[in-house]
């Protein structure tokens, strides 16, 4: 039994000796070959077109005219996506720390009052300590953060995606929180 181990042993430094021999025998040869340079001009990789820096040439586009209260909610992207505004924002912005606008309508409080979609429960639970807050979360204060307006522009490439909302509500409304550890084993 030793001796096979020894003759196997033997045999590997042996094995190993050759490659170690051939490798110096096929050393890496160096090609002294100029770099193959490609350049796109910038009116190739505009999708319109035209030279990247261009914006005059931005096709004209129209933001919602409806006043709060006026507008139709648009369909979630996929469920539980931020909805885009519905309405006109000119006069709401910008958001500042004593001046948010867009909770005198959407927060909890006065949602029923101003006839608005309240803001969800998701917006007030700290995800970092599983907590429910009393008040807003300040990673939500910014809402334009996440929700924009949406503007007419035509799409330049078409948009293929298909969203499979399990349920028809989730079209027009969010339960994130409820459904956030769905499919988690505790
Ligand atoms: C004067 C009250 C008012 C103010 C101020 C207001 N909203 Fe609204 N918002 C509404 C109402 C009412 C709707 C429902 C659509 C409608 O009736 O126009 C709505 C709809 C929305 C929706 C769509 C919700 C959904 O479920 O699809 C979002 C998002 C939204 N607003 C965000 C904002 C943001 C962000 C601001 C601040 C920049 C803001 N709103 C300011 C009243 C208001
Ligand atoms: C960090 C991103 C983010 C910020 C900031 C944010 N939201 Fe949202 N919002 C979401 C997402 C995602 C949803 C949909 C899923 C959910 O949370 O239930 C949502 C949903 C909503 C809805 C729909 C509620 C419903 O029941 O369908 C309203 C209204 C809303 N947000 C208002 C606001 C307002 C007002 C602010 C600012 C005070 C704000 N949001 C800030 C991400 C954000």
């Known amino acids: 039994m030793v001796k096979k181990i020894l003759n196997l042993l033997a ?26 340079v490609k350049s796109v001009a910038d009116d190739e990789l505009s999708y319109r077109n035209i030279p990247l820096g261009e914006e005059d040439a931005a096709p004209a586009k129209q933001y919602s005219d409806k006043d709060p209260g006026e507008s139709i909610k648009i369909q979630r992207a996929f469920e539980n996506a931020p909805p885009m505004i519905p309405h006109n924002i000119d006069d709401l912005l910008p958001i500042k720390r004593d001046d948010n606008q867009c909770l005198d309508c959407h927060h909890p409080n006065e949602a029923a009052d101003a006839e608005a979609p309240a803001t969800p429960a998701s917006h007030f639970y700290n995800l970092r300590t599983n907590t429910k807050l009393d008040d807003l979360a300040g990673a939500n204060f910014n809402c334009t953060q996440c929700h924009v307006p949406q503007s007419d522009a035509p799409q330049i490439i078409r948009n293929e995606f298909q969203p499979d909302y399990r349920n028809p509500e989730s079209k027009t409304s969010s339960n994130l929180l409820d459904i956030l550890n769905e499919g988690i084993d505790d």
């Open 11 to 36: 045999l590997s430094i042996f094995v190993t000796g050759i490659f170690m021999a051939c490798g110096s025998a096929t050393a890496p040869v160096k090609i002294n070959q100029a770099p193959i």
